[in-house]
């Protein structure tokens, strides 16, 4: 298999999950999205993966006259994470969500960019609306809460984005 339809299938069964527990168990979607945004310890884990994975790829690019100093990012990059994690507690989670947003796109649009089928351009498109949707949850992390409590606000509306969802997955 190639590592696209990889990467769209490991997307769609994601999302396919997703949606399905929004359609079997709407009360728990609806817990766990409310209480997402303000949960530490994902919040810890998903930052110390998006700083991680910058980091990785801040070290392996081109760096220019700071060429020297790439070996200091194996310091700055956990000291970065503590330091997030200890002071901007508010909405953590919704932020980190929205930084991993914006770094799942690159492997994603790397892999369509010489595909030759025309099927490409569906997780192209879906690439750069994660990348809009992240970039507006680590700028405003509260658009997550109104979201969620949009499209799940009560048991028919959680089912039925549940079920959007499992289509679009």
Do not use: Q
């Not at 002071?87 to 930084?99: N, Y």
Request: proline letters at 5%.
């Amino acid at each position: 298999m190639h590592t696209l339809e990889l990467m769209a299938v490991m997307l769609g069964g994601l999302l396919l999950a997703l949606g399905g527990v929004g359609c079997v168990a709407p009360a728990l979607a609806r817990r766990g999205l409310a209480a997402f945004p303000r949960n530490r310890m994902l919040a810890w884990v998903l930052t110390a993966i998006v700083l991680g994975w910058c980091g990785m790829l801040v070290y392996h690019g081109p760096l220019g006259f700071l060429e020297a100093y790439r070996e200091w990012l194996f310091v700055l990059v956990p000291l970065a994470v503590v330091l997030i994690c200890v002071f901007v507690e508010e909405l953590l989670a919704a932020r980190a969500l929205g930084g991993l947003l914006i770094m799942l796109p690159a492997p994603i649009l790397e892999m369509a960019r010489w595909h030759p089928s025309a099927w490409r351009y569906v997780p192209i498109f879906l690439a750069y609306a994660m990348v809009l949707a992240g970039a507006g949850l680590v700028t405003a992390p509260y658009l997550f809460r109104k979201a969620a409590e949009r499209l799940t606000g009560d048991d028919g509306a959680c089912r039925g984005s549940g079920a959007g969802l499992a289509v679009l997955g």
